[in-house]
């Protein structure tokens, strides 16, 4: 990609120019700090010249928070522009389980059938598989690495989970499986050479931790309820860019899977309903009659339909037929893995959500919401509220402006699990608060466009889809309720991080981030910086563009860090390597500043010279609000070039004989500022 160096040079001298003779006002940017004034400045010839005192220095790492980034080289994988070339490959791995839910005994049984997709140009001589419930062994690194009272709770429970795995067979012949923690190495008979599959069949069986992460069991009034999420055993990544991904699981980094096909078959006793990933196969197998035309009609209502009452739970006549057990199935294609909840004590209610295919065909998508009595904010008697609402309002909000939902089916499942995302189902853990139960579940609607659609690694680089979707989320929040966007608590916490003694950058892997600051790094300063990104760096047509082109080009595929900036950059057609220098690869601060304000009495125009410092090593663009002494007002911005050589700026404006009385740097309040007593000057 073309980066500005020859050109950028010419262009900043032609803007210092225009400057100096016209004493105009063009667009900018700026950081503060609280250092001495030198605002005597009465000289038009001072206009945007470079004082050696204020000449920028190096960053954090010595360069120039205008230096090009040094990014992987491009290559016909990953091109240049951030699409990926004629040669990108992925795997694919498709699954078949057969599962038993054994609520006597709180496990799990299951067999499984894997086909593996060789779509790499490199011959494969061994596979590793992740162990994810491997976690939950006492004796595990991610155990052994949390402290009491961590998210993760491992060490407030006597609790000893992980697999017992058994069978592993390809084409008949033994396989062995060589454990290590939360991974495996498959050793093969034979290698997996380019384009050609591999087939293996495993059985596994493991006991249902507590309410731990991500997944766990509850007892409610009514019964019990299960989540199962990274519940089977499912081969590692592997790609162009680190080969076998073989991270541990520690519980903090999520999952960074392959695409697949899932059919799934779920086994429970009479009175359990089951959700899964996908719709359900078999619904004259395990519906009643009546559940099914209540189905129907809410598949053609746009408000929700009960599909099980409350005064129907345990009830015999909730199954049709005499059978003790049941076996529900799902499928789903394109997706990244599979999860499910099952219960004797959920309600459930549905409706339709209506997109637009990419096709321009009108599409309904199932909205469903599966939850406990105790669950009182839940149901649909609020004609304001209720899950399956908000459900359907993510739906339709999201598919209308980033990428039309790719499911049949979106489901939420009030129950241990706090809030937690998977192709078309998501965990939910609030109950009786209207506000929190839509935070959580525009949220982890929202991540079934990233990392679900646009599949990140987000084992490495939580911020690339959980601040995506925070991002995201601003937006329908504020669509929901009618308001304005608020981003007043992640602008409080970005300040917070960049004023910190201990600062981290948003890049730093969420298992070695500060505890405390993995929701303030990995979810609102990025989200926060998309949004200054649109708002106020590129508007919201120009970001608009550029990032409905990432998702175009990265749907079911695989982005790097590295293809989202090439991707912004050359869809927009701007260089922002300081941008992203100073708001993700550094734990730089903003402190934009007005030095002085001086009048030059050589002029019938009333010309001033305003003196702004940039005194953090974070760089924005600087936006002003001028106040006439008559009254009248105006807003100026100046481009953040200003700031490539000099943390001093010298503005001449131009005011047509009015006087002025104030100036305000940043008044709407849009940007980090960690210091807003010197963003204002007043006569």
Known sequence: MLRQNLSTNLLFRATIALLISSIATITACSTTDTRSSRAGVV?????????????????????????????????????????????????????????????????????????????????????????????????????????????????????????????????????????????????????????????????????????????????????????????????????????????????????????????????????????????????????????????????????????????????????????????????????????????????????KATITDLDGNEKNIRCQSLFPVEATVWGNDDPDGGSTRYVKHSIEFYSDWLYPYQYPVMSNINGPEGGMEYPGIMFCGSRTNPEGLFGVTDHEVGHNWFPMLVNSDERRYMWQDEGFNTFINIYSKAAWYGQSPDIKRHMDQTIEVCSAHNPQPIVTAPDRAWPRWVGRLMYRKTGYGLYILREFVLGKERFDDAFSQYIQWWAYKHPQPSDFFRTMEDSSGLDLDWFWRGWFLEPTSLDLAIAGVNKIDDSEQETYIVTIDSLGEMVMPVHMRIIYRDGTSEERTLPVEIWHVTTRWNAGIKTGGKEIDSITIDPHKLLPDVDRTNNRWER
Not at 202 to 214: G, I, K, Q
Not at 290 to 304: G, I, K, V, Y
Not at 315 to 328: K, L, N, V, Y
């Open 43 to 351: 000289n038009a010839d001072s206009v945007g010249a470079v004082d050696d005192n204020f000449r920028r220095t190096g960053g954090r790492d010595g360069n120039n928070i205008f230096k090009e980034i040094d990014l992987p080289t491009p290559t016909s994988a990953r091109l240049g522009s951030g699409k990926p070339g004629p040669d990108y490959w992925q795997q694919r791995v498709d699954y078949s389980i057969d599962a038993t839910l054994h609520p006597e005994t709180d496990s799990v049984s299951a067999s499984m059938t894997v086909v593996y997709h060789n779509n790499s140009p490199h011959e494969l001589e061994y596979m590793w598989i992740q162990l994810e419930q491997n976690l939950f062994k006492l004796d595990s690194i991610g155990s052994q690495s949390r402290t009491p009272g961590s998210v993760m709770k491992m060490l407030e429970y006597d609790f000893d989970g992980g697999y017992n795995i058994s069978n592993v067979r390809s084409a008949g012949q033994e396989l062995t499986l060589k454990e290590h923690d939360t991974l495996a190495k498959l050793e093969l008979t034979s290698t997996i050479k380019p384009g050609e599959t591999f087939e293996f069949s495993l059985d596994f069986e493991f006991n249902v931790p507590p309410a731990l992460r991500r997944m766990g069991k509850e007892t409610v009034q009514d019964g019990k309820i299960f989540e199962l999420a990274q519940w089977f055993p499912h081969v590692c990544k592997y790609d162009d860019v680190n080969g076998w991904n073989t991270l541990p699981y520690l519980g903090s980094g999520e999952f960074y899977t392959d695409f697949g096909s899932y059919d799934v078959s779920i086994t429970v006793p009479r009175h359990y309903l089951v959700a899964g990933s996908g719709m359900l196969t078999n619904p004259e197998e395990v519906l009643t009659s009546e559940q099914r035309s209540r189905l129907a009609q809410a598949d053609a209502s746009d408000e929700p339909v009960w599909i099980v009452t409350k005064d129907e739970i345990g009830s015999d006549d909730i199954r049709p037929g005499s059978a003790e057990s049941f076996t529900w199935n799902f499928k789903i294609d394109d997706a990244r893995t599979f999860a499910w909840a099952a219960s004797d004590a959920f309600m459930w209610d549905a409706c």
